[in-house]
């Protein structure tokens, strides 16, 4: 009976004892794990369009100098000065078209003969550069002989290109003239670097 005595309670905190161990071993890996904070969606800010300065003069309302988004067009432009005056040419007038910073615009009287389009590209100190280094010839504004320049354009392509022009306005990108009658994407190819539209 003593020995029994004196052997069971030494048997009994070994388990008693072992318990909370294996507890603590089991509850370990939870306990070690880093608590994870949850992640806030890092928002965007949107930087505003940068606005371009363009003059509008001639047969408008409030001519003068007009700050508009760098996306705007023509028809913005013109309406932030008033709009057209009654005699003012608007079928010389591309309204769609695209604007640049630094651009003027000079909207005639009707019949007036001009002896450019209606646009007046920025300052020559600013004027693009083809990758060469020699000037772009601005296919708004270039006579024939400067058109002529260009590789693929002859006198007669020079004179399609003046001709779409008076009819239909300033190009509004550098891809439009393709849609001169006789100018494909061969030839564009061939003239793409070496041309602007401002």
Do not use: C, W
């Amino acid at each position: 009976m003593l020995a029994l005595y004196f052997l069971f309670p030494h048997g009994e905190p070994e388990e008693i004892t072992a318990a909370p161990t294996d507890l603590i071993e089991a509850e370990s890996p939870q306990l070690s794990e880093t608590p994870t904070l949850p992640i806030e969606p890092v928002t965007e800010t949107q930087t505003e369009p940068e606005n371009i300065l363009v003059e509008i003069k001639g047969q408008v309302v409030k001519p003068g100098v007009f700050e508009l988004p760098a996306d705007s067009r023509l028809h913005s432009a013109i309406e932030l000065a008033g709009g057209l005056l009654p005699d003012a040419d608007a079928l010389s007038l591309n309204l769609a078209m695209k604007l640049t910073d630094e651009m003027s615009v000079y909207v005639p009287v009707t019949g007036e003969a001009l002896a450019a389009p209606p646009v007046i590209e920025a300052p020559a100190a600013q004027q693009a550069t083809s990758p060469s280094g020699g000037e772009l010839v601005n296919i708004n504004l270039a006579d024939e002989a400067g058109l002529s320049t260009l590789s693929g354009i002859g006198p007669s392509k020079a004179a399609a290109i003046i001709a779409h022009r008076e009819e239909h306005g300033p190009f509004a990108s550098i891809e439009a003239l393709k849609d001169v009658t006789g100018i494909g994407d061969k030839t564009f190819e061939k003239l793409k670097d070496a041309i602007s539209i401002n």
